[in-house]
């Protein structure tokens, strides 16, 4: 199991946390994320591109989407946006 | 345009102070009275009251008033107001107020009018906001 | 008087010693050549400040001044700007407020306010039109910010019988007991950097109130109207300012800070807080955030509103929940509220305040200074800041600073400031561009006043951050270009649709991917631009600021002119300075962020500041001295 935080805009947008999800790489975890938040709200206007504008940290190392996971590992997606 | 009192006609009655709808208007009574040209919206109101026709406008002439049912009240198109609050800031009667949110983390947030029945319709926030997202509508 | 539309065409300078006023000669040369806001105000301080000043003498000056644009709609506008010399850095100093403060000087029908002297008792200023009032403070004296605030509009209201509409500027305990980082206040936005409130607290003045009933002429009405809606438009669809900043604040950038590893923690000895989630921008807006409020005329709206003890107050910014989050070791959202909500009622600025709290803990955790501050204890934090306001006990010493305290009791390699002013909450050494604004920035460790290169090096987009190559080049044009934004009464936030929005929100693609990677090898391309602006006699549409200037004011404007315009305030600005010993000598870095690498097993995350700051001072046209040549100032247009 992998657990996967979300944050930014994509997280006040879907009102998901964060999950709990069995996969094997960072592209096959994706679609997944996805489907749960479709799941949640089926009208959502969020898309698999949102996701895929975002900085994945893979236990607090920023890593690409080729990245392999493995059990127990920690995720987080941050949208890039931001600005202060 | 502010109107002004002409002192050689104003007796002191203090109608006009009393009947102000933005106490722009001081003075006691038995003296002459004076209109704070920051605070007048130009209704008239006090014209109507002056038995002395004493109150004027900018150009000279005498001031009329305006009768209640023909003061417009402004209407706010919510999609292109922005909520930046410039009319909230310019309103006299403080009748204008940016919404509450609709929902918890609503962004959208937009001037609405309070209470129209206080509105003097001096179209201040109309001619104030930036992105003419107010339009004044008839009152009735 | 002035032939430009957007100014009031007044200048007034006002003698505390003797009471009175008199208008101070501002030309329409000046006008074209500095605009207004902080330029003008550097000019003004310039001309008038000799070096032998100190920040509490009476001859210091406080320079209050707009920009042709306020007032007059435009979005974001509704800034002014306060210079005056500081008390914590010993240099000119300049805070930008988005209080209402400003819209009502030139409503009263000026343009700028220079204080000088020093009033005999505690007294507060009624402005009304030509009107200049001064109140004696009564019990006025010692009150906190709102209450303080209140009791002005109070008065104002009964001296007239009727609600008057005013713009308050004021300060607290912080600032009357001159605490060395007190702040202005201005409704609920805060001049806050660098002490502004502790001078005016030695001028013995608690607050200024301005009204009137001027109007802003506008040169070209109809079509500043089209432009302003457009811009508009541009500003709510761009993914920076449309989403981001409205849902989340500045308090958003706490995530993509630390998913970067900027995150200032631990006294910056760390680039990463492991419990960032519990005070960030997302659980702000999810748990506490009531509803996004922005500054008069501003369609962005950033700011935040909480509930604190039954109060709906303003929330935190980024710099104070990364600096008294991470910065401190605390995982607790809730104090953090409070704590802001008393640092803005006290008048003190919180990122000084917060950064002296952590070198504390951390000369406290060495054995340096016992005060019982210590990372992650939370229970004696408020104590702690309302004894620094009324210069109580270990408040007393920690009102000066933390230059002050390492060089009283050691430890200043971890002194996070810079010229004397704390470092906000952005970590350097992931983000090298950025390290040499806070260097080199004129008021010191400024994020703002350096550039804010972190938006190209890791917000935003994402462009080498450890390289130094480019990063000169880069660091001068958004110094130039952010100075020229602020000139003309704007928020520095209209400045980031400067990057359209496809390339910050897909950070993947592959547009964005090659502009980062091009980036490092641009330095010669910027270069050119930054020393012929002439070349770009035209408007950029990612860059509406020239139109407005040129439609408010009537003056000639163009992209050239106006990068011009902001290198000439920069270089004022920093010509003052060198009169009070500003050279290259200073601008330096503590040594935890240029020689401690921050991640050990990577010597590459530290700062090479030496090496920037030498193609920096080329880029500028600078000596070795890092000071602006005679021949420079001359074709500048400033001697």
Redesign the interface.
Known sequence: MVSV?L???F??DSGI?SLELEASSVKKLLPMIMEKVKEKDPDTELTL?DL????I?LN?K?VG?SAKLKDGDKL?L??????? | MPFSINREKCIGCDACRLTCPTQAISGLQYEKHVIDPELCVSCGLCADFCENKAIYDNRGKLAEFCSWEDWGIPEVDAEICTGCSLCVETCPMYVLKINEPEFH?DIRTHAVLTDKDLCIGCEKCAARCPIHAIKIIPRV | MTTYSGYMGKVILLDLNTQTTCEYPWTDKDRELYIGGKGMASKILFDNLTGEEQAFSEDNLIVITTGPLTGTGAPCSNRFNISTLSPLTGITTSSNCGGNFGHYLKKAGYDALIIKGKCKEHTWIEIKNDKFTFHECGELWGMKVTESQEELQRIMDESRNCRVKCGILSIGPAGENLVKYAAVISGERAAGRAGVGAVFGSKNLKAIVATGNHEVPVDNVAMNDKHNLKWTNTLRKH???G???P??G????V??????GILSSRNYALG?YDDF?MV?G?TL??DYNIVNKGCMSCPIKCARTVNVKGHNVKGP???TLGLLGGGIMNNNLEKILQWNYELDELGMDTISASSTLAWAMEANEKGLWKTGLEFGKITNISKTFNDIAFRRGIGDELAEGTRWLSKKYGGEEFAIQSKGLELAAYEPRRSVGQGLGYAVSNRGGCHLNGGYLV?VEN??L?ADPQTPHAKADFCMFMQDLMEAVSLGGQCL?TS?AVFPGFL??????IITTTVNKVIPFLGPVVRVLNKFPEIASFHLWLIPHTKSLHYVTGMRMNLGKFLRTGERSYNVERMTNAKFGVSAKLDTLPKRLTDVPQDPKNPKTKVPLEKMKKVYYEARGWSKDGLPTEKKLKKMKIV
């Open positions: 935080k944050f930014g805009t997280r006040l946390k591109d895929k504008g975002c900085i940290s607090g920023q989407f987080d941050v949208p890039a946006v931001a600005g202060g | 983390g | 993914p920076l300012t989403n981001q900043l849902k989340m500045t308090a958003g950038l995530s993509s800070m630390q998913v970067r990463q989630d960030s997302e807006a999810e910014e980024l710099e938006i917000l935003g994402h936030f980031y910050i929100s897909k950070p993947n693609g």
